[in-house]
């Protein structure tokens, strides 16, 4: 029985992982740009219907499809940002959250019409392999996918830590009137900013798609995971994301486990009130 | 009443006697498709209504407001269904519940100062955790009663994800004790309500409560600042919306006789709920008002063309509310209302 548990908790953290990247490009884009994107998950689900069309028509396994998608993501995210967010960005939070759920709206219903309500996957032939060690056994698609997550996120740590662009970005977040008296183009790494968030989320479809199916309506209840995620691990933290991400995998896993899987959403949003009571800041979050 | 028509230029006074006369005899005007049409409108009005005493007046964004409808709508509906309880006496009942909902919300949030996004995704997170316990409920209490050894029968079953049914009724003859009728009861019930909520609306914002609001609103620092006491405030702010929104629920509920935790509770009915007050004109009185009588009849009317034109496509209506919001606000970020009450100095002298 308690083979049973470990069992759910290690693959509910493998897909955890990729939850925390997802979490990730929320975090990146709320931190520096100060909006929140309120159509994360739908573009993620806009990321996953690319891999799947990428394997439809040139058999692309998604790990290979994460470079296309990514790149096509971080380009929407960038005009996005730069056509419509951008004048925005001084403007009252309900007035962004608006815009955004608009696009989000547009996009949930643009899906529904492109592809149709049914839900769709991508099978890869090594859907059904698995590894085993000791008494646990996990699946081969969701180890391939928590170490793309990993890698992904290390090198997004390592962009935001080391490279010109990375520290520039950060200083727009530090503060944004002295990285404008320093000569930096705001506007243009907002839209940066926004592209590679797009991007971070462009790769967690693409990882996710392997694990589970997708459907249009699906959007809003990632968008809202997302948040969750991000709350949980505290704003602002990336490594509190992804450990957040971690964590809401394991509960989710456990929750189908000791419950129902369908009722997995109610586990993860008794954790936000949890974390709300107790450390508003969010695991890993500064105290404000 | 003085207060409630004191400032309004004369001629504003004339087209909203227009207005409500027109709607007291709309039945007889127009057909039974637009007459159902109608009722709806007058639902999303009352309730953006509702809605907007939390958004618009005391500035706290609700995206979870489906939360209070069904909870209303499940309340009083469990009551009549199970033990016959009159839905008067049932949304009474309903009143309760939602505002001790709301009252749980907002002491979780404004306790810990959570404002703003974390606040509407705390909203969110409680309207979907209700719809997720509700689709569950038979599971629940049967866990329940495994682990505690209370019995299942002890609770009324509230239909799980199958859904809860009214008795279908009879239509020939209106009960309004019982909310059993033709859809014309329903329509003034409706209006009735509507009228009520925006005499309500207005005489709150003339008063000290009103202006409490509007100054946590535009600046809670400051408010605090001025001795005000933002906590309390907010959390009337939210417990009245939860409780005039339970009506809501209830006027749903014995409407269409039907319901199920994933339409009630959805996030869309949420979205659906606050796009009215947010097109019309946050925070002013006759927003919702506005935007439930542009928005309805624009969706019909798109559903209708499209019918017409052969074409039946799932999806299409919402695109067209996406579109709506991200034009109203790209362009018009404080609503329609402002605008045509300047064009037609409808508005108040200020």
Known sequence: ?288 | MSVLFDGLPRRSLIALAVFFGLLLVAPWLVNAYVLSILVVVLYYAYAGQSWNIMMGFAGQLSLGHSLYVGLGAYTAAALFVRYGVNPWLGLVVAVGVTTVMGAIVGFLAFRFRIGGVYFAILTIAFAEFTRIGFDHAPLITAALADYTGISVDKFPALGGSGGLFLPVTNLSSNDLLNLRGAPIMFYYVMLAMTALALAFCRWLLASKLGYYWQAIRENEEAAAALGINVFRYKMIAVMLSAAMTAFAGVFFAFYYNNLFPEQIFSMNRSIELILGPIIGGLGTLFGPILGAFVLSPLADGITEVLQWAGVEIPGVKQVFYGVCLLLVVVFLPNGIWPVLAKRFKLGREQ
């Open chain 1, 1 to 288: 029985m308690s083979d049973l548990y470990l069992n759910a908790a290690l693959s509910g953290a493998l897909t955890g992982l990729v939850y925390g990247l997802m979490a990730l490009g929320l975090s990146v884009i709320f931190g520096v740009v100060r909006v929140v994107n309120f159509a994360h998950g739908e573009m993620m689900t806009a990321a996953m219907y690319g891999a799947i069309l990428l394997s439809q028509a040139f058999k692309l396994d998604p790990l290979v499809a994460m470079a296309p998608v990514a790149i096509g993501m971080f380009i929407l995210g960038y005009w996005l940002q730069r056509g419509l967010i951008n004048s925005f960005v001084t403007r009252p939070e309900h007035t962004q959250f608006m815009l955004l759920v608009a696009v989000a709206i547009i996009l949930v219903n643009g899906q529904l019409i492109a592809f149709g309500p049914n839900a769709r996957n991508v099978q890869v032939d090594y859907a059904l392999d698995s590894y085993q060690f000791g008494s646990v056994i996990l699946d081969k698609v969701r180890i391939y996918a928590a170490i793309a997550a990993l890698a992904v996120s290390a090198a997004l740590f390592a962009f935001f830590r080391f490279s010109l662009t990375g520290k520039a970005i950060r200083a727009c977040a530090d503060n944004f009137l002295g990285a404008q008296v320093v000569g930096l183009d705001v506007k243009r790494l907002y839209a940066l900013t926004f592209g590679i968030g797009a991007a971070c989320v462009g790769t967690a479809g693409c990882l996710l798609v392997m694990l589970v199916d997708v459907t249009p309506a699906q959007g809003p209840a990632y968008t809202l995971l997302a948040f969750i995620i991000v709350i949980v691990g505290g704003m602002g933290s990336l490594t509190g994301a992804l450990l957040a991400g971690l964590i809401v995998g394991i509960s989710e896993a456990m929750a189908g486990a000791l419950f129902v899987p369908s009722a997995k959403s109610m586990f993860t949003f008794a954790l936000l009130v949890l974390v709300l009571l107790f450390r508003p800041q969010g695991l890993l979050g500064r105290t404000p």
